[in-house]
């Protein structure tokens, strides 16, 4: 059965630290691109960040550039989003989402995404 999990979320104080996993089951990522996408209350889903497992490539939204990092697990068919000094306005419900292949400039664009998690509830609170 091909699927993505996530795994990781849950609360923290403004300023912490989570990291998020995303295991993919039913085929490898090494050939896919896998991305994080958030939903926050009341907003649309928005691209977080992605990788091209192929060849490393790594992209990040404005909001979150220098504060996440996202890679592969290098044990595991997982992929990690590392995220550091948490801001309230980072709550959100975090999906991962897999796609064959690698286009730039679609990284951020759900439909083009095949594979979706349930999703995992990040919550930055003091």
């Known amino acids: 059965q091909v699927q993505v999990v996530e795994s990781g979320g849950g609360l923290v104080q403004p300023g912490g630290s989570l990291r998020l996993s995303c295991e993919a089951s039913?085929?490898?990522?090494?050939?896919?691109?896998i991305a994080w996408f958030r939903q926050a209350p009341g907003k649309e889903r928005e691209g977080v960040s992605a990788?091209?497992?192929?060849?490393?490539?790594?992209l990040y939204a404005d909001s979150v550039r220098g504060r996440v990092t996202i890679s592969k697990d290098k044990d595991k068919n997982t992929v990690l989003l590392q995220m550091t000094d948490l801001k309230p306005e980072d709550t959100a419900v975090y999906y991962c989402a897999a796609r064959w292949g690698f286009v730039r400039s679609e990284w951020a664009r759900q439909q083009a995404y095949d594979y979706w998690g349930q999703g995992t509830q990040v919550t930055v609170s003091s």
């Open positions: 990788i091209y497992v192929g060849d490393g490539t790594t």
């Open positions: 039913g085929f490898t990522v090494d050939m896919r691109t």
